[in-house]
């Protein structure tokens, strides 16, 4: 089976950096996706690491070490806006390549 | 303008009836997925499919079907053997099969189905 665990929650202010980190444990290991969801709505992709390293996308960076079992997403100058939930998920083998989604962290930003 | 639509937004049914829900795309994409949310939870897949006419179940299939009688569509069927079926449905597709080159997937708006 996969399993992966990242925080329930995390809090920041306006314009500060935060990394929400995700671990995994897994066979067949392939990527590691993130997705953010605001209340109520529909996830929507944000990033993928297949290979170790650091993936930047605007404000949004995410990170993988494949040896770690480990990754996480960077966000730089928060917005209120980036108030939302957001899912690690690894893609495996074993589980036919489709993401499993972790339980998803509560990002709340605060002016 | 492409995406996924979910109908209707929200649902409500009694105890012990079956209940479809309706997932349509129009970003011709190969394989369509559904998930299910509870409050606090990540996703969980209930069944997805590759290809037309052809479908597997996820990890939680028991209590639902699915038909994939044409690629743009993949309804979700939640019977009355599913035991709790109160919960946020998400219905999604991706370009190609999962573990191709492009694993992004995109989500429809969900339906959020209530059973009194």
């Known amino acids: 089976g996969q399993s992966l665990e990242q925080p329930s929650e995390v809090t920041a202010v306006e314009g500060a950096i935060v990394q929400i980190n995700c671990t995994y444990q897994?066979?067949?290991?392939?990527?590691l996706s993130w997705y953010q969801q605001h209340d109520g709505g529909a996830p929507t992709f944000l990033s993928y690491?297949?290979?170790?390293g650091l993936e930047e996308t605007g404000r949004f960076s995410s990170f993988l070490s494949r040896s770690d079992s480990y990754g996480y997403l960077l966000l730089q100058e928060l917005q209120m806006k980036d108030s939302a939930s957001y899912f690690c998920a690894v893609h495996a083998s074993g589980g036919s390549y489709i993401p499993t989604f972790g339980r998803g962290t509560s990002l709340i930003v605060h002016p | 303008d492409g995406g996924i639509t979910q109908s209707p937004k929200y649902l409500f049914r009694k105890e012990g009836q079956n209940v479809t829900l309706s997932c349509e795309q129009n970003l011709n994409h190969d394989a369509m997925y559904w998930y299910r949310q509870d409050p606090g939870q990540g996703l969980r897949l209930i069944y997805y499919?590759?290809?037309?006419?052809?479908?597997q179940k996820g990890d939680i299939a028991e209590g639902y079907s699915v038909s994939r009688e044409k690629k743009e569509s993949f309804p979700l069927t939640v019977t009355s053997a599913q035991k709790n079926p109160t919960a946020f449905y998400l219905c999604a597709s991706s370009m190609g099969p999962a573990g191709g080159p492009v694993n992004e997937q995109f989500f429809g708006p969900g339906t959020r189905l209530t059973v009194l």
């Open positions: 499919s590759q290809i037309v006419n052809d479908f």
């Open positions: 897994t066979s067949g290991f392939y990527g």
């Open positions: 690491n297949a290979l170790d």
